[in-house]
Every structure is written in structure tokens, then in C-alpha cells.
């Protein structure tokens, strides 16, 4: 099985370096874990085609394309804040 190529988008990025070194490190970590299983390791956002991974209160919220085998980073944030955020996409 080929491994997923994970792209980072420059608003993620930038959200990324806003939170906690120790949050941070894990959402990496995290979204790291995707390479092989993006799918299996991620939970889908109800009424769209987004998936999400956790790391206490913060999210990443993806975007999984298969036949490129890419997982898009979209957007990184507190939960509280994530999915208002998400309404403008």
C-alpha cells in the first residue's frame, strides 16, 4: 500500500504555529499518523466531504483525496473556534 503525501495549507500553517507547543506536536503527530490509514484514523464532519483528527480540545480539519493520494490540511484551531471557521469554506 502506497502512503498518503500530507499538504499544509498556509492559513493551517499559520493557526498551527498560534497554539501550544505540546497541542501542536501532537496534532502533528497526528496528522502524520494519516499516511496509511487516512480514513480509519480520522472522523468525518456530518454534512460534508471534511474529516477531522483530535488533540485535546484543538483539531485539524482535513481534506482526503484518494485518487491523488494527498490529505489536505485545511484549517487548525481550537474546538470552540474550528467549525465557525469552517462555515466560510
Request: proline share 3%; with cysteine.
Amino acid at each position: 500500500m502506497t502512503s498518503f503525501k500530507i499538504e499544509w495549507h498556509k492559513k493551517a500553517i499559520k493557526e498551527l504555529r498560534k497554539i501550544p507547543r505540546t497541542r501542536a506536536k501532537q496534532l502533528l503527530l497526528a496528522v502524520d499518523s494519516l499516511k496509511k490509514e487516512p480514513i480509519t484514523n480520522s472522523l468525518p464532519l456530518r454534512g460534508c466531504s471534511f474529516r477531522k483528527v483530535r488533540a485535546g480540545n484543538y483539531r485539524a480539519i482535513l481534506q482526503v483525496l484518494n485518487s491523488k493520494k494527498i490529505i489536505r490540511v485545511l484549517l487548525v484551531g481550537h474546538r470552540k473556534n474550528i467549525y465557525k471557521k469552517m462555515k466560510g469554506k
